[in-house]
């Protein structure tokens, strides 16, 4: 049982409006791609996960805090008797180890997720002992990109190779479990201790202000913003994508929500930011029925129902 989906990060979130809204420099566009493609492969090892038929919890994407440290765990599974902790990479291309370190194919040092994975055990390890858990952890790092080769990976470390992967889950779902209401309160306590990360104040987090960032509808299926307004629907010129008025604006909403969470919303502001494409008087009527409406004529703005 999955009792805590992956779910995009609010950091992610922001990197693909500014990516489509704004300018990234080539730093930043690499710093992006890795976090899309960490997060497409944390949701194909899910949507692995998801078809196990043992008894089990998975817990996707945890965050905790210990010791003012900070760490997080792509994939928890817990069964009777142990944990199984996964750090799940999506790397791509050719990688090798050498003198015990990590290098990529041009023969640069890479962060070795070997010490990623050694740092959050031992971390998650401090959380049993503070929680009175005595469950032991199995740890790996699972490799999911089939087009990702590693060159002389050592034997005896806990590495998943891509080809390995479907072995491994067999493994995982053969393992004896039954679960009782002690594994649950387990499970439920570790969701309650995970700690939301505010992208706000994160250093590489580019800097960005309403009136720099293009304006306009967005695709809800290719993000551009190739989109126009034909009556009710929205129509996106590079992909074909097509869907109501008010689905595109509600995005919208929820785009300006996310990158400026301390604007009101008001009924210019949204106007402004689907770039005048839909009618003041429709944008109205939207946010009316999705919001509640505070403050009287020109002071009027919206806030989530509650």
């Known amino acids: 049982m999955n009792l805590k989906p992956l779910k995009e990060s609010k950091k992610l979130k922001i990197y693909h409006s500014l990516n489509v809204r704004?300018?990234?420099?080539?730093?930043?566009?690499?710093?992006?791609?890795?976090?899309?493609?960490?997060?497409?492969?944390?949701?194909?090892?899910?949507?692995?996960?998801?078809?196990?038929?043992?008894?089990?919890?998975?817990l996707n994407d945890l965050?905790?805090?210990?010791?003012?440290?900070?760490?997080?765990?792509?994939?928890?599974?817990?069964?009777?008797?142990?944990f199984n902790m996964n750090e799940v990479k999506n790397f791509y291309g050719d990688y090798y180890y050498d003198g015990?370190?990590?290098?990529?194919?041009n023969g640069k040092e890479r962060n070795d997720p070997l010490v990623q994975l050694t740092r959050c055990e031992s971390s998650f390890r401090q959380l049993q002992l503070k929680l009175g858990c005595k469950l032991p952890v199995e740890a790996n790092v699972v490799h999911v990109n089939p087009q990702f080769t590693l060159y002389q990976a050592p034997r005896n470390k806990p590495?998943?190779?891509?080809?390995?992967?479907?072995?491994?889950?067999?493994?995982?779902?053969?393992?004896?479990?039954?679960?009782?209401?002690?594994?649950?309160?387990l499970a439920e306590k570790l969701i309650s201790l995970h700690?939301?990360?505010?992208?706000?104040?994160?250093?590489?987090?580019?800097?960005?202000?309403?009136?720099?960032?293009?304006?306009?509808l967005s695709c809800g299926i290719c993000r551009s913003l190739s989109v126009s307004v034909?009556?009710?629907?929205?129509?996106?010129?590079?992909?074909?994508?097509?869907e109501k008025v008010e689905l595109a604006v509600l995005r919208g909403v929820t785009e300006l929500q996310l990158l400026f969470p301390d604007l009101k919303i008001t009924?210019?502001?949204?106007?402004?930011?689907?770039?005048?494409?839909?009618?003041?008087?429709?944008?109205?009527?939207?946010?009316?029925?999705?919001?509640?409406?505070?403050?009287?004529?020109?002071?009027?703005?919206?806030?989530?129902?509650?």
């Open 22 to 58: 704004g300018e990234l420099n080539s730093d930043q566009k690499l710093y992006y791609q890795n976090l899309k493609a960490g997060y497409e492969g944390e949701l194909y090892f899910q949507s692995l996960t998801d078809q196990l038929q043992c008894e089990c919890y998975v």
């Open 100 to 105: 015990g370190k990590f290098y990529d194919a």
């Open 195 to 216: 700690v939301e990360e505010s992208p706000y104040n994160d250093k590489m987090m580019p800097l960005y202000e309403f009136g720099s960032l293009r304006k306009g």
């Open 230 to 242: 034909d009556g009710q629907r929205c129509i996106c010129g590079l992909c074909g994508h097509e």
């Open 267 to 306: 009924t210019n502001l949204v106007y402004e930011w689907c770039g005048d494409a839909v009618s003041k008087k429709t944008i109205f009527r939207i946010l009316l029925r999705n919001f509640d409406i505070v403050g009287d004529r020109r002071w009027t703005y919206f806030v989530q129902i509650k």
């Open 63 to 82: 965050r905790f805090e210990i010791g003012n440290t900070l760490f997080q765990i792509d994939s928890m599974i817990l069964f009777q008797n142990i």
């Open 159 to 185: 590495i998943i190779l891509p080809t390995q992967v479907p072995r491994y889950l067999q493994r995982l779902d053969n393992t004896p479990s039954r679960l009782n209401g002690y594994h649950k309160k």
